[in-house]
C-alpha cells in the first residue's frame, strides 16, 4: 500500500501526533516521552510565543490507516535574520524502519520550503534552541533525558540515503560524583569569588524567581553564537519561566553575581525525570505527578541542563563557583550520576568543565542539512 501524507489540524490530530512515539517505541528501555502538556503548548499557536513571527505545519503518514510516521515543519525568521540562512527546519520527526514513509515525510517538507523560496531544510531543530534537538548518531543503547531525542538506529541511514548530510553535532557526557575533587574546587570557587568580586546566590525560591529574567538575558548574550540559536523575546522568557521554574530547586540552580547582586552566570540542574516519565508516558494526571514527586526527593541521578556565563566574566574561572555548589548540592540530595546535556563538539568552554571528572562521552547526536536545488 501507497504511504499517505495527512497534515494535522485540529486540537485532536495535534494529541495524536504528540503521542504517536508512545506507540513507536513501546517496549524500549531508552526512550523517554516529553511532557506531554509541554509538547501540546509548544505546538500550539495559541500557546507558544515563538507563533509571534514563527510559521509551522504539521504532518502524519498512514499505510492501510495505520499511523507510521510524523514530522513537523517550521519557518523561524527571527533565525533567518540573525544568520542569513533561508532554511526551513524540521523536527518532531519519527517513522517505522520504511524508507517509503521517511522519503515522503520529508518530499513533503521540502515542497512546502521550495513554495515560501528557501534554500534548504535543516533539523531536527525546535523553534528555539531550548527545544529538543539533534538526530541520535551514537548511545542507542543510552536511557535519554527530560532535554533530548531518542531515535532508533536506522533514522540517521534513511535521512543521509535522502541526500542529508552533517550540518553540526553535539555530545553528551555522563559523570560519576565523587568527593574527591570537592576541596580543590571548594579552595578554587573561594579564590575566584576574591579575584572577581563574585559570590553565591544566597535565597529562596521566590528569589530565584525574581532572578529568572536575568538568567534568559545570559543565555541571550552567553548562547547567541552557537549554532541555531535566536533571541528570546519577552513573551517567550515569561512563558518559560512559568512551565520551568515553579518546581525549582533552589540549590540545584547555581547563580554567580557581582558586587552589585547582578546575574553573571548560572547553572540550571535537576534530579533525573527519566524514569518517571517513562512510567508517567508523560502525563502529570491523574497519578504521574507521583512519580515526579518521588524523582524530586528521592533520585541518584541528576541532569545538568544549561550553563551560562557573561561575556566579561569568560575565562576567568567562574564555572568552578558553580561546580561547588553543584557538588554540594548532590551530595546533600545522594546524587551520585550526573547526565549533561547536549554541547556542541567545539564548545570547549563547557567541555573544559567535565576534564577532571570521571566521565565518559556517551551519545552524539547530529543536525542534518540538505541545500535544495
Partial sequence: MAVEIREVTTIKGLKKFIRYPLTLYKGSPYYVPNLFADELNT???????????????????YRENQAVGRVAAMIVPRHEEKWGEKYMRFGWIDF????????????TVENWARQEGKLGVHGPLGFTDLDREGMLVEGFDEMTTLATIYNYPYYPQRLEELGYTKDVDWIEHEFTFSTQLEEKIANAAALIAQRTKTHLFQGKKNDLLGLAPQIFDVINEAYRHLYGTVPLTEAQV???????????????????????ERLVAFGITFPSFSRALQKSKGNLFPFGFIHFLRALHKNDRADLYLVGVRDEYRGRGITALLMHQIFQTFKKHGIRYIETNATLENNQDILAMWKYL????????????KHLV
Fill in 43 to 61: 505546538l500550539r499557536a495559541d500557546r507558544n510565543p515563538a507563533f509571534e513571527d514563527a510559521r509551522a505545519r504539521y504532518w502524519m503518514a
Fill in 238 to 260: 515569561k512563558s518559560y519561566v512559568n512551565t520551568y521554574f515553579g518546581f525549582a530547586n533552589p540549590d540545584f540552580i547555581p547563580l554567580v553575581m557581582d558586587e552589585n
Fill in 96 to 107: 517505522i524502519d520504511d524508507a517509503e514513509v521517511v522519503k515522503a515525510l520529508m518530499d
Fill in 358 to 369: 570521571d566521565s565518559r562521552q556517551h551519545k552524539r547526536r547530529r543536525a542534518y542539512v
